[in-house]
C-alpha cells in the first residue's frame, strides 16, 4: 500500500504567512468539479470515545471515479500528524474505485478528535478533490487531572489555603475542589482543630468517583487579637497515609479584630 501522511502544512514555510493563508492550506476549498470527478461513499466516520492508551483505530472510505478519464491519486493530506493516511492504488479508471485508509493514534492526544484528510489528484494538485474526516472524543487517562494532589484515595485541588478578608464578627469559609479516586466511600473529619477554625466535606460522605468540597470555616471573633499571620495545619482523618501527606496548610493573613 502507498503511504502519505503529510502535515497540514507540510512542504510549506509558514513563517511569512498570514493566518488567512495559514487557514487555506489547513482547510482548503473543495475543487467545483470534486462531486463529479470522485464520489466518496462515506465521507466522516465517528470514532466515538477512545482512551490516549487504546492502539491506533482505522477507518476505511471508498472513492468512485466519476468522470471519464482515469484519475492519478497524488498524495492525501491529513491535518494532524496523529493520522496517517494510506491508500491502495494511484491509479482510478472511469466507473473504479480506490480505498483509502486514515488510522488515527490517540495517544497524548486528550480532547476532542476533529481530523480532515484531503485527497489531490494529478488534473489538479492545487485544489483537493474529496474530504475525508474523522472525529469523537480522546479521554485523559487520568481522568482526576484537574485536581493535581493526592492523599490516599483523596484527590484535591490545592493543599493550602489563605484567608486575606476577616471581617469582625464573620465567619469566613473556603473551599477545596476534591474527588474521591477510590472504591469505597469517604467520610473524612479532622481532629485537634484550633478553637477558631471548623471542617467538614459536602456532601459528608463522598462516594466512589464523585467530587466534593473540604470546607474550612474560621469564627474571626475566637481570632487571638494580635497582628500578625497564623498558619496551622489540618490533618484530614478517614485517609491513608503519612499525616504530612494528608494535611491541609491554613494560612490568615489578616488577623486582627477590629
Known amino acids: 500500500m502507498v503511504c502519505v501522511a503529510t502535515s497540514a502544512v507540510a512542504q510549506t514555510t509558514v513563517s511569512n504567512l498570514t493566518r488567512a493563508q495559514i487557514d487555506s492550506i489547513m482547510?482548503?476549498?473543495?475543487?467545483?468539479?470534486a462531486n463529479k470527478t470522485l464520489h466518496v461513499d462515506k465521507s466522516s466516520y465517528d470514532l466515538g470515545k477512545l482512551a490516549e492508551q487504546d492502539k491506533p483505530i482505522s477507518r476505511t472510505f471508498r472513492l468512485q471515479n466519476m468522470s471519464n478519464k482515469t484519475q492519478r491519486i497524488v498524495r492525501v493530506r491529513t491535518t494532524c500528524g496523529c493520522t496517517v493516511a494510506k491508500f491502495d492504488t494511484t491509479s482510478v479508471a472511469p466507473g473504479k474505485e480506490a480505498t483509502i485508509t486514515l488510522t488515527y493514534n490517540p495517544k497524548n492526544r486528550p480532547g476532542t478528535i476533529d481530523v480532515d484528510a484531503f485527497v489531490y489528484v494529478a488534473s489538479d494538485e492545487k485544489q483537493p478533490m474529496a474530504r475525508l474526516s474523522l472525529y469523537g472524543e480522546v479521554i485523559d487517562d487520568d481522568v482526576w487531572s484537574h485536581?493535581?494532589?493526592?492523599?490516599?484515595?483523596?484527590?484535591?485541588?490545592r493543599t493550602k489555603v489563605q484567608f486575606t478578608e476577616l471581617p469582625q464578627g464573620g465567619h469566613p469559609s473556603m473551599r477545596v475542589l476534591c474527588a474521591n479516586s477510590g472504591n469505597e466511600p469517604l467520610r473524612l473529619s479532622s481532629q485537634l482543630l484550633p478553637s477558631y477554625a471548623s471542617f467538614h466535606t459536602e456532601p459528608e460522605v463522598i462516594g466512589p468517583g464523585k467530587e466534593a468540597d473540604l470546607v474550612i470555616t474560621i469564627d474571626v471573633d475566637k481570632l487571638p487579637k494580635r497582628d500578625e499571620k497564623i498558619i496551622f495545619g489540618i490533618l484530614i482523618e478517614g485517609?491513608?497515609?503519612?499525616?504530612?501527606?494528608?494535611?491541609?496548610?491554613?494560612?490568615?493573613?489578616?488577623?486582627?479584630?477590629?
Open 147 to 157: 485536581l493535581p494532589f493526592t492523599m490516599g484515595q483523596l484527590r484535591v485541588k
Open 27 to 33: 482547510n482548503p476549498t473543495l475543487h467545483v468539479d
Open 239 to 258: 485517609l491513608k497515609g503519612r499525616p504530612s501527606t494528608r494535611t491541609l496548610q491554613i494560612e490568615l493573613t489578616n488577623t486582627t479584630n477590629k
